[in-house]
Every structure is written in structure tokens, then in C-alpha cells.
């Protein structure tokens, strides 16, 4: 039977676990290492991570504003790294390697992007949490942020997780 875990308990996640996600998803899957995405925080209810603004991400050259193409990337990759965290989280009856082996069916079937302000800055922060773990289909909540902390875009997806 699944291990339960009490709201007022939450989950930790052992070091093996999160060195794991991290090394699939800033390593193994290339395009987040071309973006330059790297994981800032995981937690089982939110994920964190940062884009340095470089030269390569540019997508309006008079302004210096990144790619809007970047933005909705890197929201993407977000949620889909919201999913791993909740599945990790369900499943935390199973070593931290039977869990990593679970995001091998993961993939976007559905993506939103809202873009409310332009991207200019030094960095970017980008957050995502899981609204809904189904045992099929998972609904996620994304923002990309500047370092001020201003909310410039905002996504919404949906992934396949069996």
C-alpha cells in the first residue's frame, strides 16, 4: 500500500532523488541545458529555476528582449518538471530510481502562454506547480518572472504521464 503523508508533514525528498532530476533535466534533456535552465528549487508542491539572459536568447535585437520562443520553452519544461516533483511525491513508497524512471512517459500534450510584459532583464526566475496529478494526465500553472520579480509571462499545461 502507498505511504501516506499527512498535509502538516511535508514531503522530503532524499539527495539522490533531487541530484537525479536535476541531472535529467538540466543534462540529459539538451534543449533546457541550450536554454541554460537550471533548477533553483524542488519541492513536491512548487519548482524553481533560472535563465541567464545571454546573447544566444535574444529575440528582439533593439531591445535586447528575450525570445518569446524561450519563454514558452522554458514554461514547458517547467510544468513538466512540476509533474516529476508531484510523481516523486506520490511515490515515495519506490527508491529514489524506480521514481526517476517513471518520467520516461512524461510529455506535453496541451500549452498556454500568456506573455503580459516584455522580457528584459539580466535573469529570469521561472516557477510551476501541479494543479491536478491524475493517474493519466497532469495539469500544471507556470510563471516566468523578471529579477525584480515582476510577472511578465504566465503559462498553463497539460502532460501525459502514462
Known sequence: MPQRHPI????????????????IFEEMIVFNRTL????T???ASQVKARINMRNELVGHYAYNRIHGGVISAGLDAMGGLAVMAAIGARHMDESPNQRLQRFAKLGTIDL?????????????????EVMRLGSRVASTRMEFLG?????????SAAYIVS
Open 8 to 23: 502538516s508533514e511535508p514531503i522530503q525528498f532524499e539527495d539522490e532523488f533531487i541530484l537525479g532530476v536535476k541531472h
Open 41 to 43: 528549487q524542488i519541492t
Open 147 to 155: 529579477a525584480d520579480g515582476k510577472l511578465l509571462s504566465t503559462g
Open 36 to 39: 541554460g535552465l537550471t533548477i
Open 112 to 128: 498556454r502562454v500568456d506573455y503580459l510584459r516584455p522580457g528584459i532583464g539580466e535573469w529570469f526566475e521561472l516557477r510551476a
